[in-house]
């Protein structure tokens, strides 16, 4: 049986995301088939943004890594 193991890895770390961009993220990561590793470090994202994406992170059975 040949199994295929595909790693994909997203870095997003120093662009200045804000709640609005971290809510945009939230949305993508309840359809995520892919991503594993999401870099999120030294951005603006706030407490709503933040909450946006432990709430999609909940859903969410593929992403490992979140920084």
Known sequence: KNTQFSFFL?????NQISNKGAK???RS???NRS???????SNCIGPTGARA????LKKN??????K
């Open 53 to 56: 994406l432990g709430d999609a």
């Open 35 to 41: 991503l594993m590793v999401l870099d999120l470090r």
């Open 61 to 66: 059975q593929v992403l490992l890594s979140l």
């Open 10 to 14: 997203g870095s997003l770390a120093e």
């Open 29 to 31: 990561l309840l359809v």
């Open 24 to 26: 945009a993220l939230a």
